[in-house]
Nanobody, 125 residues
Framework: QVQLVESGGGLVQAGDSLKLSCQAS????????VGWFRRALGKEHEFVAA????????YYADSVKGRFIISRDDAKETVYLQMNSLKPEDTAVYYC??????????????????WGRGSQVTVSS
């Protein structure tokens, strides 16, 4: 079974940048659809970004559009989330997700087949 592992989280100041990475163990991350969700303390999971492998299209939540970039390196079997101009409201646990088929419902947390354990990102003001 595919296990996803995130890395790169930490404590930064507002305006800083951070890059999260996600790799798979026990399988491959060369799945058709990958993405990121986040969950702030006391809140529900929130869609952040998604990337389709077939056409390279990326999708973002309005709250991160223009600041975050999702990408993948299939040779390294790694998915990235470059986060720029970070704000205190970006503070959350960030989860890498993957799906064996593409879907237009990428913003729903219920369609994903694989989830990582999460990486904490804390942005101080």
């Amino acid at each position: 079974q595919v296990q996803l592992v995130e890395s790169g989280g930490g404590l930064v100041q507002a305006g800083d940048s951070l890059k999260l990475s996600c790799q798979a163990s026990g399988g491959t991350l060369r799945v058709p659809l990958v993405g990121w969700f986040r969950r702030a303390l006391g809140k529900e999971h929130e869609f952040v970004a998604a990337l389709t492998r077939s056409d390279g299209n990326s999708y973002y939540a309005d709250s991160v559009k223009g600041r975050f970039i999702i990408s993948r390196d299939d040779a390294k079997e790694t998915v990235y989330l470059q986060m720029n101009s970070l704000k205190p409201e970006d503070t959350a646990v960030y989860y890498c997700v993957g799906r064996d088929r593409e879907s237009a419902h990428y913003a729903s947390r219920f369609i994903w087949d694989y989830w990582g354990r999460g990486s904490q990102v804390t942005v101080s003001s």
